[in-house]
């Protein structure tokens, strides 16, 4: 992907209001593959016990990360909307870490779009959540 | 035969509000989402109270999918809390200075979480009921829905399994 493709997606990652307000970052993007980031955020806080941050927090950045990945695909055109997502939690995300996303639009047909996403913070050998969806295609 | 006095209807009313109040100011991002709960006895609704920044798509406009999930996910994690903690409220065991402290309350963890988007969400309010349908020891099955103009035209559902605090802090990690 160039730079410019980056600077594009960023720029529509920031006209989403919500993906905008809890700060996401577009890493990577292209062919039907997609990397977001979140940095950690006490307004994000979930359990107050831990520190531990909303598990829709991470939800929201998996589900962006999912749509991202699904208009990165060349045959794409115009925006998309979530069918629906599982997300499952496999270990609490550790607090002041930032969330990285990596998604993957493995399958498309003319109207659904199947994503496959994954969240980690700083060890990156145990994932803090996975993801898998279905998405719309075309208008 | 001894007749007990009913308590005061405000002295109730003011033990679950207080208490209800506790539980979700100690949750930061139910702040952030701009989520309230309306009681009514023990049925709570969760209200999402539009904003801007909940926008997902500009163009239509709709409210963001991640949005929603985490308005699903407070509405399932508060039900499932308040379902739990009724009785000590009742009862007077739990205060909301308990609550607020932290010490004998802690939240049930999210499992897993799966959001089914069925019409997209419009710019103004939305409401969501919770229901509770297996509560174990270890593990809480709960069903979600959220509606904004009609009651029977839901735009979204969600299930989600979540690990209780008791089996949570017997697990060892």
């Not at chain 1, 307004?43 to 831990?50: C, L, N, S």
């Not at chain 2, 103004?124 to 297996?134: E, M, Q, S, V």
Request: hydrophobic share 45%.
């Amino acid at each position: 992907m160039t730079k410019d493709n980056r600077a594009i997606a960023q720029s529509f990652i920031d006209a989403i209001p919500h993906s905008h307000a809890l700060g996401m970052k577009i890493d990577f993007v292209g062919d039907g593959e997609a990397h977001m980031s979140m940095d950690y955020d006490e307004r994000f806080i979930g359990d107050p016990a831990t520190s531990v941050i909303h598990g829709g927090t991470v939800f929201a950045l998996l589900d962006t990360c999912g749509g991202a990945a699904v208009i990165s695909h060349p045959d794409h055109n115009g925006a998309t909307a979530t069918i629906d997502l599982r997300v499952d939690y496999m270990r609490p995300a550790s607090p002041g870490q930032r969330i990285r996303a990596v998604a993957t639009c493995y399958n498309r047909t003319r109207s659904v779009a199947f994503v496959r996403a994954v969240a980690m913070d700083d060890r990156e050998d145990k994932p803090v959540a996975t993801a898998a969806g279905a998405f719309v295609t075309g208008g | 035969m001894t007749v007990r006095t009913p308590e005061p209807v405000q002295v109730v009313k003011q033990r679950r509000d207080d208490a209800l109040a506790a539980i979700v100011a100690a949750i930061p991002y139910i702040q952030f989402l701009n989520v309230s709960f309306e009681r009514r006895g023990d049925e709570l609704t969760a209200v999402m109270a539009y904003r801007d920044t909940l926008i997902g798509n500009p163009a239509l406009p709709a409210l963001h999918g991640g949005a929603i999930a985490a308005f699903l996910e407070v509405a399932a994690v508060i039900e499932l809390t308040w379902a739990t903690a009724w009785a000590a409220i009742e009862d007077g065991t739990l205060t909301p200075e308990a609550i607020t402290s932290g010490h004998q309350f802690a939240l049930p963890k999210t499992i897993d979480f799966t959001v089914d988007y069925l019409r997209s969400g419009l710019p103004r309010d939305a409401y969501a009921r919770a229901t509770i349908n297996r509560s174990g020891r270890r593990y809480a099955s709960v069903h979600v829905e959220a509606w904004q103009d009609n009651r029977d035209r839901l735009f979204a559902q969600g299930t989600g399994h979540f690990l209780m605090p008791d089996a949570n802090s017997a697990k060892a990690d």
